[in-house]
């Protein structure tokens, strides 16, 4: 059984930084492919990053150039998160499937297997 556990969310200002982690067990991590979401009430999930099995990352157009996404060759993913903005104000989420097309990489519905979440608040 596959099972993610988020951690690093918290409350930071504006410009300030993050790194979320996501600790994975119950699968081969090096084959799977694992991405970021995020959610606010009322609004749908939205993908902020994945990372495949040969390390290929692909980023929301919102995060390009502030967010990076990495693994560890164990059971950790990463999201560095720079340069935070009110908006990125969220519930963030890891997700991680055996295996997701490249064009569904944020299709929540893609994965199957998902985390707790954890929240995170940029706020002056």
């Known amino acids: 059984q596959v099972r993610l556990v988020e951690s690093g969310g918290g409350e930071v200002q504006p410009g300030g930084s993050l790194r979320l982690s996501c600790a994975a067990s119950?699968?081969?991590?090096?084959?799977?492919?694992r991405a970021w979401f995020r959610q606010v009430p009322g609004q749908e999930r939205e993908g902020v990053a994945s990372?495949?099995?040969?390390?290929?990352t692909t980023y929301g157009d919102s995060v390009k150039g502030r967010f990076t996404v990495s693994k560890d060759n164990k059971n950790l993913m990463y999201l560095q998160m720079n340069s935070l903005r009110p908006e990125d104000s969220a519930m963030y989420s890891c997700?991680?499937?055996?295996?997701?097309?490249?064009?569904?990489?944020?299709?929540?519905?893609?994965?199957?297997?998902w985390g707790q979440g954890t929240r995170v608040t940029v706020s002056s």
């Open positions: 119950g699968y081969t991590y090096s084959t799977y492919c």
């Open positions: 990372i495949d099995s040969d390390g290929t």
């Open positions: 997700a991680a499937d055996a295996w997701v097309a490249p064009s569904r990489w944020a299709d929540a519905n893609a994965y199957a297997s």
